[in-house]
Nanobody, 125 residues
């Protein structure tokens, strides 16, 4: 059973950092591909970053590449999204999502079966 819960969002000034956490209600995320998406008001949900089940392959959207890193904790219960050099255009609700084991990283929302409810990130100028 997969029940994703995001945390770590908040209000931060431009140039600041945040670390978002995606947890599976205390259960393992081992064996799942996990992705982060975001949705700003009036815009479609867009891909941010993802990691495949064995942590060997990661992928990042061009808009965040070099500023964001995705990682999984050693216990395999959480996936983190560390965001640096935040910009006002990063303001959005951030969602984590999980999909079954695959060597292919999904970058479209339709490729993920499980979703959290999101955490708000607001970056002020």
């Amino acid at each position: 059973q997969v029940q994703l819960v995001e945390s770590g969002g908040g209000l931060v000034q431009s140039g600041g950092s945040l670390r978002l956490c995606c947890a599976n209600s205390g259960r393992t995320l081992s064996g799942y591909n996990v992705g982060w998406f975001r949705q700003a008001p009036g815009k479609e949900r867009e891909f941010v970053a993802a990691v495949i089940w064995n942590d060997i392959i990661t992928s990042y959207a061009d808009s965040v590449k070099g500023r964001v890193s995705i990682s999984r904790d050693n216990a395999k219960t959480s996936v983190y999204l560390k965001m640096n050099s935040l910009k006002p255009e990063d303001t959005a609700v951030y969602y984590c999502a999980a999909a079954g084991r695959s060597i292919r990283i999904g970058i479209r929302p339709t490729e993920y079966a499980y979703w959290g409810k999101g955490t708000q990130v607001t970056v002020t100028s």
